[in-house]
């Protein structure tokens, strides 16, 4: 079974809570989500070494996305929590199999593992917030257009 694991699934759901960009705290996020702050604090600190969040101490401090929500992509998520996308080791950047040299399919695999790669790369944080599930052609999409972002306004 090809699954994200439970930590990406909720990474994704932090990073659209900070979509609003407004600074928010870990417990913020925590009570928002409904992830444990514990949890939270964690992959915080993931999405900070990615680069995918900012982090602004002080008592008015807190997190904001680091870019704006069309140019993070959903493969830049699964990357910061899981590590490359890769279906078999061989698809991988440092790949160990011992068949390699000798392996009929695995050229075959290393293309679907880069599809995938390229259709989550192809989808963004703004894709992942489209309310009606329906991710706009990118010529529609708000940011892409060399335009600076500016949060979604709630409604």
């Known amino acids: 079974m090809l699954r994200i694991s439970k930590l990406t699934d909720y990474a ?5 809570s900070l979509s609003t960009g407004a600074l928010t705290s870990a417990a913020e996020l ?8 514990p949890t939270v604090s964690k992959l915080l600190k993931e999405l900070q070494h990615a680069g995918l969040v900012d982090s602004v101490r002080g008592a008015r401090g ?6 704006a ?3 993070i992509s959903a493969a830049d998520i699964i990357d910061a929590v899981e590590g490359p ?3 078999t ?3 991988g950047d440092h790949s160990r199999c011992d068949l390699e040299s ?10 679907i593992s880069l599809s995938i790669r390229q259709a989550l790369a192809g989808l963004s944080l703004s894709d992942l917030l489209a309310r009606d599930g329906v991710v706009p052609p990118p010529e529609l999409r708000r940011g892409t257009a060399g335009g ?3 949060p979604l306004a709630r409604g």
């Open 102 to 111: 000798t392996c009929q399919v695995g050229r075959s695999w290393q293309r």
């Open 12 to 16: 994704t759901v932090i990073l659209t």
């Open 89 to 91: 080791e061989c698809a």
């Open 69 to 71: 929500p069309a140019l």
């Open 62 to 67: 807190g997190y904001r996305l680091a870019r």
């Open 148 to 150: 600076t972002w500016r």
């Open 30 to 37: 925590a009570e928002r989500t409904h992830v444990g702050l």
């Open 85 to 87: 996308v890769a279906l």
